[in-house]
């Protein structure tokens, strides 16, 4: 079971919509969808998308012919208020998959490892090694600490738990969150790191769209 979650803020007329901007000719949620929907490990997938664009999505989702996304709801205010109302429409399964609409490059290789992880350890995260060193500032952006960059791994999505173990952490939630993972630490679950993809990246800006327009195109990216 996967929940897909792409109810961001509205993009304005003018401004940088990065779940239905054009990716090698589709939405760049047409391709995240596209990834669960093709993947054998997969068998169900809910949208929670933004109120004013769940007809457009029920549109897309008509023209794709996805068969296993059952489910299109409205998010919250926030993404943890989002994927708390997908867990909601989540029906019997052992394991839940959480995923960002706006990482278009997931593959199903990504989905099925986040999966194994899970079965094996009951939560997993994508993750990749930092490449960069890592400085720790104070609110005047003085230099704190600079922690030891071996210790430290960039978050993705996927994300998988056990149904019951997700819901009860989403349950006991408090505070801004923005990492499903964090809610299951608070419960002194132990979370299993798994190898991600530098290319599963997050479209944010026009240049992170840019990078996916040339990975999908098969061209080196620095």
Same mark, same amino acid.
């Not at 490059?105 to 990749?128: E, P, Q």
């Given at each position: ?30 391709? !995240? ?48 208020? !989002? ?39 009951? /939560?997993?995260?994508? /993750? ?88 999908? /195109? ?5």
């Amino acid at each position: 079971m996967a929940v897909i979650v792409a109810a961001g803020e509205f993009a304005s007329k003018g401004s940088f919509d990065r779940i239905f901007a054009n990716l090698a000719g589709k939405p760049v949620l047409a391709h !995240s969808i596209a990834a669960f929907e093709t993947c054998p490990a997969v068998d169900e997938i809910v949208l929670v998308a933004n109120q004013a664009s769940l007809s457009r999505c029920w549109n897309l989702a008509k023209e794709q012919g996805w068969t296993k996304l059952t489910k299109i709801i409205p998010g919250g205010a926030r993404r943890q208020d !989002s994927v708390a109302a997908g867990l909601q429409e989540v029906g019997e399964c052992e394991l839940v998959l959480i995923h960002d609409g706006s990482r278009p490059l997931v593959s199903a290789d990504l989905i099925v490892g986040c999966l194994d992880c899970a079965r094996k350890y009951g /939560a997993a995260v994508l /993750a990749v090694p930092t490449r960069d060193t890592v400085k720790m500032v104070n609110a005047e952006l003085m230099v704190r600490a600079t922690p030891d960059r071996s210790t430290l791994w960039l978050a993705q999505t996927p994300q998988c738990f056990r149904k019951d173990m997700i819901i009860q952490a989403y349950r006991d939630a408090f505070g801004d969150v923005s990492d499903d993972s964090v809610l299951v630490e608070r419960q002194n679950h132990p979370v299993k790191v798994c190898m991600g993809a530098y290319s599963n990246i997050k479209i944010n800006t026009p240049e992170d769209l840019e990078f996916a327009q040339a990975h999908l /195109a098969g061209q080196t990216v620095p």
